[in-house]
């Protein structure tokens, strides 16, 4: 025999996970933070935008539901003082009957809005009644604090 100590088997080591990436979660949680800013970014600017635009597209849509029922009295009362120049109400009344189904619309879209210190546009589209979809722009200023058309165009000019 040998003086020896009898030696022991070692057991093999567990494996060993790979090592943590820190960064990883922190790349992670920057750009969910970034994600989350930019959409409360846009959200903030299309309610702005809707919001600043609110008074105006009510006189649009004043407009087209009293032209689109007749009542060209009242759809004349949301034309600006210049408007009213050009095309007096007996002039609008007889255009508007002539073509009154550009103004039975069940729906308008604004494609484009805009709003300031100078007035307001809308560009886009309007669905007739009948399904026909044709293009739409109106033009609005502030004139005694409420918002009046100083143009507008239905269909092909």
């Known amino acids: 025999?040998?003086?020896?100590?009898?030696?022991?088997?070692?057991?093999?080591?567990?494996?060993?996970?790979?090592?943590?990436?820190?960064?990883?979660?922190?790349?992670?949680?920057?750009?969910?933070?970034?994600?989350?800013?930019?959409?409360?970014?846009?959200?903030?600017?299309?309610?702005?935008?809707?919001?600043?635009?609110?008074?105006?597209?009510?006189?649009?849509?004043?407009?087209?539901?009293?032209a689109g029922a007749g009542d060209y009295e009242k759809a004349h009362g949301t034309f600006s003082a210049p408007l009213k120049e050009t095309q007096p109400l007996d002039q609008f009344a007889a255009a508007a009957a002539a073509n009154a189904s550009f103004f039975k619309v069940k729906e308008t879209t604004f494609n484009t809005r805009s709003v300031d210190m100078a007035g307001a546009t809308f560009e886009g589209t309007v669905t007739l009644e009948a399904g026909t979809e044709v293009p739409a722009s109106f033009k609005l200023v502030r004139e005694n604090d409420e918002w009046k058309l100083i143009s507008y165009q239905i269909g092909s000019p």
């Not at 930019?38 to 635009?53: I, K, N, P």
């Open 1 to 66: 025999m040998s003086s020896q100590p009898p030696y022991e088997a070692v057991p093999p080591s567990a494996p060993q996970a790979p090592p943590k990436r820190g960064w990883v979660k922190w790349v992670g949680i920057g750009c969910g933070c970034l994600v989350v800013v930019v959409a409360a970014f846009v959200a903030l600017f299309y309610f702005g935008l809707r919001a600043a635009t609110a008074g105006p597209e009510e006189t649009v849509k004043e407009f087209l539901a009293a």
